[in-house]
């Protein structure tokens, strides 16, 4: 699980340390490539580290998201999945057959700054979840 000790230094800038813990879950997020639900997250976890608990999972998630090495999504029916923050970008899921796209936060931009600027908040979350019909189930409708 070496790749997730690229984030140790990331952690000690902020004053934090490297847990075994943080350094399972960063790894399966590191290499997911993806969003992973919770359970996902400790399932692979778990591989690595046997003695992992899920709720230890949960909270390290919830921990590691409020800090900013990764991004909660909810992706409708209460349901969170969470992924590296590297980049910022947005998703837009078929509410019929669970497609997900991933969309460039470019584009969006532009209507945070306004968002901010007209309300007086200051936003702290920069990730939207669309919901509609893709392509195919539009097509399956007619």
């Known amino acids: 699980m070496t790749c997730a000790?690229?984030?140790a230094p990331q952690l000690r800038a902020q004053g934090l340390r490297m847990t075994p813990q943080r350094n399972a879950i960063l790894h399966v997020l590191h290499h997911?490539?993806?969003h992973l639900s919770p359970t996902q997250v400790y399932h692979l976890a778990r591989k690595?580290?046997?003695s992992l608990t899920e709720p230890t999972v949960y909270?390290?998630?919830e921990f590691l998201a409020e800090k900013k090495f990764l991004l909660a999504a909810h992706v409708g029916n209460g349901?969170?999945?969470y992924e590296l923050a590297e980049n910022q970008h947005h998703h837009l899921i078929c509410h019929q057959c669970g497609n997900t796209v991933e969309v460039d936060h470019a584009?969006?931009?532009r209507l945070y700054r306004q968002l901010a600027s007209s309300t007086g908040y200051k936003l702290d979350s920069s990730h939207v979840t669309f919901f509609g019909l893709c392509p195919k189930c539009q097509k399956s409708k007619l």
Do not use: D, Q
Request: proline letters at 11%; hydrophobic letters at 35%; aromatic letters at 12%.
């Open 5 to 7: 000790i690229n984030y």
């Open 48 to 50: 690595e580290f046997p």
């Open 32 to 34: 997911s490539h993806g």
């Open 59 to 61: 909270r390290t998630l």
């Open 107 to 109: 584009p969006l931009e």
């Open 79 to 81: 349901k969170i999945v």
